[in-house]
């Protein structure tokens, strides 16, 4: 149960999203359902038990205190911004913060002391492949029978929808591509042929739904497992031969795909500007990024605060360079650009002493990259437990 909830903390939002496909349910929000509200709070108040039992039996390891901490920052933060002044977006950017950030990071602390923690993480992002194939594949449908829209079947949005198919896609190419002593942690089905032609047409149909939801992330996110397991990888023949089967299978069933969707996602993705009906969103972007530039040289050294630069915005800046200028200006970007180098340096010894390890890199490649285009850091779960586990492991 205690693995459970530390995946389900992991993983934030998307296990209901992936439920809620799968069975039919279309979310529409907090204002018609509260099923969003309550696995929020019950994964949340879980794990947070689970992180206390763990830190009695276990104690805590100085670089998990040092996260805990900065999270107490961050409410502190937020209770400086609320005595000048605060807005709505400031309070639900801070209870996201609270309910996905802070478990995810906790979850991170939990997976990086659990024995046989490479084993475990190997097997459920083989479980997690099987059920973000089947998320991907009923929106996929969902498309293909009611058209293109901004939501698909679960409620959720098309870029998110672009974003788990490019991170299945992945997932896929990671396992297909991955050495023998990957594949020991692995279930023994997953060793099989079978399963790994199975893998090849998941991640056949993943690109094509990243092109058919016309996610410019997802698309990069994509091109970015592919380059980066490319350039780690130590069977760089297997691989060629791998993506080169793909790539060919992807030309010969092309034709055969529905013109309509698969062009209108192209189009959103490689010549978008060129048509007025997807700029809306471009325009949308280009608004923040002008804003967040604008308040960005004004205070360029120390910036709004956490949750202060929001008086200002209308929205997060969906960039996270952007998102830390603006919350901290020169010297808050100093001190990420810090730790950065900490969790590279970290995530690389490592690997170098434990070669299965590279899954938490394919993991947290899929924030990393999709933070520089959406969404927030502050509540991003699957960003806190990459840096949580990488600087709390132990070799």
Known sequence: MSL????????????????????????????????????SIAVAVSMGVIFLCQITKRGIVKPALYIMLFFGLIAISYGWTTCFGSTSRIQNLFIYCILWGLPGAMSGVFFSTTKNRTTILTRLCSLLTLGGFAYVLANAIYYSVQGWGPNAASGDTYQSI???????????????????????????FCCKQPFALLSI????????????????????????YTVALFCTGKHKSRFVVICAMIVLLIILIYPYMSSDLIQRGFNRIFWFMGNSELNSSVEARQYYLSQALAL??????????????????????????????????????????????????????HRRVNPESKIIGVLFLF???????????MSTPLFWFGISYILCVKN
């Open 4 to 39: 459970f909830n530390s995946a389900s903390s992991g993983l934030g939002s998307k296990p209901v999203l992936f439920f809620c496909a799968l069975v039919g349910y279309r979310y529409t929000g907090v204002h018609n359902s509260s099923i969003y509200v309550i696995y």
């Open 201 to 224: 047409i998941i991640m056949i149909c993943c690109f094509f739904v990243v092109l058919m939801s016309g996610g410019r992330g997802g698309m990069f996110l994509l091109i970015s």
């Open 162 to 188: 672009s974003y788990h198919a490019a991170f299945v896609f992945g997932l896929c190419l990671f396992f297909l591509t991955s050495d023998d002593k990957v594949r020991a942690n692995n279930f023994g």
């Open 296 to 349: 960005i040289g004004n205070r360029p050294i120390l910036g709004y605060g956490l949750f202060g630069y929001l008086n200002y915005m209308n929205n997060y800046p969906h960039n996270i360079l952007l998102e830390v200028m603006l919350q901290g200006g020169l010297l808050y970007l100093v001190f990420a650009t810090v730790i950065l180098a900490i969790l590279a340096k970290n995530y690389h010894v």
């Open 367 to 377: 924030p990393i990259v999709e933070l520089l285009f959406s969404g927030t850091y």
